[in-house]
């Protein structure tokens, strides 16, 4: 017995003895964690990567760029159905531990020791907190180990001493992972419903609530079924924990996973290539990070109606060009109808999906008369296709545009010419003129041609509208400013500002004759009119309203190329241009988008103007870090009225032009549409000022013009410069797009007139001959023509580019025409 006694005190005194050695390790070991733990006081500068949004200038959503799809917002910007979803789900005791719940580690504990006693290879259970989840998310790894749980429950502890609950649950509802790359309820919110957290309802807010535990598991289209039993065990946790009452809880579990998922790309119906080119912008200006986790937030100067309204008419035009040519090249694809059933066989075809009028279609049978088709079946959001199927027909009477087919028959005369079983085409639905339900369709091609549209105010430079191609999901190439092709005569404008400008007169009459004109390296350059006539002496506005080439050569020789160069800079068309004369006609390459600024200063009274997609942009804490317009603006910061003057904008930019420069060439390019080269545009119906333009073999065609308020640029061509076709000039094939547009744009706004500017005299001339009106001013041949102080109509006049017997320019009378025109006058 005494041998016994002595051998337990011997096992306890070694007990004792390890127990305290142990105990010595912990504490050293315990003391040593915090040293290695990190700086949890910096969780009070977070600034998580947020992403950056675009808005349009009425506000609505253009679009979102960014790494996390995160929203930030602060606690007081979550409603309560939210937070009380995610306590419930993570940490009902979220209110009342102080950052470990000693309950659910003793649970986790027992838990784990079972796992590992009976050989189980599960992973550790945790008890974590949401004050730990946070320390883990921001300041620890993910690694699965007891050291890091206890430097977790370290920093949780520090965490809980330091911040609020509300800051901590702040911190926890912005950061957390929800799946489908989305980070916080308010980007997941977006995400996975479409809509802002404060819309949530019960079955919607517990099913975020689901997510943090394992998003992957709980896929709402790889695994609906576990994510509603998941959604529901967070439902019945609000019920159990008083936030939902039972009947609410019962309801929402009956509901249905009801995921719109939000698309990723552009939120703004036809804005592809606009926030491209703002995105491109942002990038630019402050880099790629800042744009994809800075929280920008970018106002844009976009409107919506008009942007719709540019791509409508642009790809109208297009398509009317390329139905004329009456080419039909190849189908989209080819299938096999015997290899399966036709809706799944066509159902993963890549189509257009920027061009929601159009849908990829099979014909399933095709005779003289008409093809049966299979519309492709949509696909849904879990990514499978629908069942339902579509039928319709192409009457031949759709078909017949088509006049030949690439590379086969060139003579049209049925459907099954053009047509075969398996073909997969696109087609666009006729509606039933009784509104009933439509079958027929429409035979469509994607045009070969190709164009852009900008719309800007030409006051301030802000683009309104702009479309870079026919569909931006086919090319992203952004034809408005990143495509340089020759203008043609819509640079002529700027050569006759120059002249205006340097005491020509919209009546100085120029030489419409054969020239000349000896190049470097001794070539010899003989300009031509369009149509290779020749017209005799014409007015300056002669010149512009029937775009003559050889009296631009002239004026430009006359002046001297330098200050034509100098003119194009001035405007932003070119930053060097080469001083030849070939340039004066447009020879030189640019882009849409400094045309449409190039016109605006013409609009606006010749004033500087530079174009901006970007109004304004804010911070995530919503400084202004950028604002566009800088026009200072005195007295706009009166807090209130003491009978003070209005405020007043200072514009302080340069005056490129003169004003009333600017006013004699507006007043003769609306003599090109209402006298011209563009009469098709007088159909809008508005005082509209404009010029096409044409390169050598319909290579190029332009119409640039503006109203008083508005300034549009079109431009036509093909990627690969080819000739379109002889007639295919800017007014025949650029102008109808310009016209239809602007019916759409100013169909609201009220008529309005050029401005005219305080100094200028308006005297009836002689259109013909530029001399002031003998006849009555209702006259065809009277025109009111645009004079500047100290000028006025001559009683004869000197011809740019006439000599008289003695080699001198000589003063011609109205009665010399006759001489000139027979030859008797020298020509130089």
């Not at 932003?572 to 016109?599: C, F, H, N, Q, W």
């Amino acid at each position: 017995m005494k041998f016994l006694l002595k051998f337990f005190g011997y096992l306890f005194g070694i007990g004792a003895v390890c127990f305290l050695v142990l105990a010595a390790g912990g504490a050293w070991y315990l003391s040593k964690i915090p040293e290695d733990l990190p700086d949890y006081t910096a969780l009070k500068n977070y600034a998580p990567p947020v992403m950056t949004r675009v808005h349009a200038a009425d506000g609505s959503l253009v679009a979102e760029y960014a790494e996390q799809r995160r929203m930030f917002l602060p606690i007081q910007g979550i409603p309560d159905l939210v937070k009380d979803a995610f306590i419930s789900a993570e940490d009902k005791n979220f209110y009342h531990h102080p950052g470990i719940d000693i309950t659910g580690v003793g649970r986790a504990v027992l838990v784990n020791l079972r796992n590992r006693l009976t050989g189980s290879n599960r992973r550790l259970v945790g008890a974590s907190t949401i004050t730990q989840q946070v320390a883990k998310n921001f300041l620890l790894t993910n690694e699965v180990s007891y050291e890091r749980k206890i430097k977790e429950t370290i920093l949780a502890l520090r965490i809980e001493d330091t911040y609020t609950k509300y800051k901590i649950l702040e911190l926890y509802l912005n950061e957390i992972y929800l799946g489908m790359g989305a980070y916080g309820v308010a980007g997941a919110s977006l995400l996975y419903f479409d809509k802002s957290v404060h819309e949530l309802d019960v079955a919607e807010a517990a099913y975020l609530a689901a997510l943090p535990k394992a998003p992957n598991n709980y896929n709402p289209f790889r695994h609906p079924k576990a994510a509603i039993a998941r959604r529901n065990w967070v439902i019945d946790r609000m019920v159990e924990n008083g936030y939902v009452k039972p009947e609410d809880g019962e309801k929402a579990k009956a509901e249905p996973l009801k995921i719109t998922p939000r698309e990723t790309g552009p939120q703004l119906f036809a804005s592809e290539y606009f926030s491209e080119e703002v995105r491109r912008e942002v990038k630019d200006m402050y880099g790629k990070d800042r744009l994809y986790t800075g929280g920008l937030s970018v106002r844009s100067t976009l409107d919506p109606k008009m942007q719709a309204e540019a791509r409508k008419s642009l790809m109208d035009g297009l398509i009317h060009f390329d139905r004329k040519q009456g080419t039909w090249r190849d189908p989209v694809d080819h299938v096999d109808l015997n290899a399966g059933e036709w809706g799944g066989l066509i159902g993963d075809i890549d189509h257009l999906t920027d061009v929601p009028e159009w849908k990829l279609a099979v014909v399933l049978d095709v005779n003289a008369d008409r093809a049966t088709i299979g519309v492709q079946p949509e696909k849904l959001a879990n990514g499978h296709l629908s069942t339902d199927r579509e039928r319709g027909h192409i009457d031949f009477s759709e078909i017949k545009w088509v006049r030949r087919v690439k590379d086969g028959t060139h003579s049209v005369k049925s459907s099954d010419d053009v047509l075969k079983v398996g073909d997969v085409v696109y087609v666009e639905k006729i509606p039933d003129p009784a509104g009933g339900k439509s079958t027929a369709w429409k035979l469509r091609q994607i045009p070969e041609v190709s164009g852009a549209i900008v719309a800007m105010d030409p006051f301030t430079g802000r683009v309104l509208a702009m479309v870079g191609g026919f569909s931006y999901n086919q090319s992203e190439f952004n034809r408005a400013t990143q495509a340089y092709r020759q203008p043609g005569s819509s640079f002529k404008p700027f050569v006759y500002s120059a002249a205006l400008d340097n005491g020509y007169t919209p009546s100085s009459v120029i030489m419409d004759a054969p020239i000349s004109v000896e190049q470097a390296g001794g070539e010899v350059w003989q300009p031509q009119n369009y149509g290779g006539k020749f017209y005799g002496p014409s007015t300056l506005r002669t010149g512009i309203e029937k775009s003559r080439n050889i009296m631009t050569v002239r004026l430009a020789q006359d002046m001297g190329m330098p200050l034509v160069a100098e003119y194009a800079r001035r405007f932003g068309i070119y930053d060097k241009m080469l001083p030849v004369l070939s340039m004066a006609l447009g020879a030189g390459e640019t882009t849409v988008m400094r045309m449409t600024v190039a016109y605006s200063m013409i609009a606006n009274g010749g004033r500087k103007v530079t174009s901006t997609l970007i109004d304004r942009i804010q911070d995530r804490y919503g400084r202004t870090i950028f604002k566009h317009d800088s026009r200072e603006c005195v007295g706009c910061n009166a807090t209130d009225w003491h009978g003070q003057d209005e405020p007043k904008l200072i514009d302080n930019r340069e005056q490129v032009l003169d004003p009333m420069t600017a006013y004699q060439i507006t007043s003769m390019m609306e003599g090109v549409v209402q006298r011209g080269t563009a009469t098709s545009v007088h159909a809008v119906g508005r005082p509209i000022a404009g010029k096409t333009g044409t390169t050598n073999d319909e290579r190029d065609a332009w119409f640039m013009g503006f109203s008083p308020n508005l300034t549009v640029g079109v431009f036509v061509g093909y990627d690969t410069p080819r000739p379109m076709g002889r007639g295919q000039t800017g007014g025949h094939i650029a102008a109808p797009i310009f016209t239809e547009f602007m019916k759409q744009a100013l169909a609201d706004k009220p008529a309005m007139e050029f401005r005219v500017p305080p100094g200028i005299k308006l005297i009836p001339i002689d259109s013909h001959t530029g001399l002031r009106a003998t006849a009555t001013a209702d006259s065809p041949d009277t025109i009111l023509e645009a004079f500047k102080p100290g000028t006025a109509p001559p009683d004869n006049y000197s011809i740019i580019g006439y000599q008289d017997e003695m080699g001198q320019p000589g003063a011609v009378t109205p009665e010399a025409d006759r001489a000139i025109m027979t030859g008797t006058g020298g020509l130089y």
